[in-house]
Nanobody
Framework: QVQLVESGGGSVQAGGSLRLSCEASGYTRSSDCMAWFRQAPGKERDGVAFIYTAAGSTYYADSYPDSVKERFTISRDNAKNTLYLQINNLKPEDTAMYYC?????????????????????WGQGTQVTVSS
């Protein structure tokens, strides 16, 4: 059983930055992947980015234009079992509940689960609200 606890959300002015954190516990797998998803009010949940532990590689959602991807940076501190999402130049459209998720398996499996919002373990989410 994997437990995920997000933190770092809050209310910020447009143009500001936030670093979201997700502390994971209760697992030991080298071939795992961790991801950030977000769900804006009235919209479906969609993926932001994921990181594949074994390779240290990162992937960002294809659906976002480069102008959005450039503002997001996913990273992980393996020693602390903590996933991060740095968001710069926040915009009102970034307002959403941000969720951390975990799963394991080969990279192609993680990618498929990311694209289909099918990760197995989820945190409770941390709210990000951006005002103009």
């Amino acid at each position: 059983q994997v437990q995920l606890v997000e933190s770092g959300g809050g209310s910020v002015q447009a143009g500001g930055s936030l670093r979201l954190s997700c502390e994971a516990s209760g697992y030991t797998r080298s071939s795992d992947c961790m991801a950030w998803f977000r769900q804006a009010p009235g919209k479906e949940r969609d993926g932001v980015a994921f990181i594949y532990t074994a390779a240290g590689s990162t992937y960002y959602a294809d659906s976002y234009p480069d102008s959005v991807k450039e503002r997001f940076t996913i990273s992980r501190d393996n020693a602390k079992n903590t996933l991060y999402l740095q968001i710069n130049n926040l915009k009102p459209e970034d307002t959403a509940m941000y969720y951390c998720a975990w799963d394991f398996g080969p990279l192609y499996s993680c990618r498929r689960k990311f694209d289909t919002i099918a990760f197995g373990s989820w945190g409770q989410g941390t709210q990000v609200t951006v005002s103009s």
